[in-house]
């Protein structure tokens, strides 16, 4: 059974830093690009960054450019996002994905597996 669990969401500041884990289990995604979704009340699930199976090719949403950087470590089947410089506009249900076919990919159905998401609340 696959699973990808996220960690280390909370409440923070603007201006501050969070970092955003996700460990993959049941299977590993070595071959396949993975990504962090986002999705604030009454707005539509969207894309924040994804990144190739290798690491070396990412894509961000304009609004987290220069202030998010998303990671993995395939020995640990992990992925990760760094959040500097939050803003009150990034609060939302952050979601870890996995399995898409190319970094390039930016919809929810491009992606197969999902964590339960995790909370990120920028407070002003």
């Known amino acids: 059974q696959v699973q990808l669990v996220e960690s280390g969401g909370g409440l923070v500041q603007a201006g501050g830093s969070l970092r955003l884990s996700c460990a993959a289990s049941?299977?590993?995604?070595?071959?396949?690009?993975m990504g962090w979704f986002r999705q604030a009340p009454g707005k539509e699930r969207e894309c924040v960054a994804t990144?190739?199976?290798?690491?070396?090719?990412?894509y961000y949403l304009n609004s987290v450019k220069g202030r998010f950087t998303i990671a993995r470590v395939n020995a640990k089947n992990t992925l990760y996002l760094q959040m500097n410089s939050v803003k009150p506009e990034d609060t939302a249900v952050y979601y870890c994905?996995?399995?898409?076919?190319?970094?390039?990919?930016?919809?929810?159905?491009?992606?197969?597996?999902w964590g339960q998401g995790t909370q990120v609340t920028v407070s002003s």
């Open positions: 049941g299977r590993t995604f070595n071959t396949k690009a």
């Open positions: 990144i190739s199976w290798s690491g070396g090719s990412t």
């Open positions: 994905t996995a399995g898409g076919d190319s970094f390039l990919r930016k919809t929810t159905s491009d992606y197969p597996y």
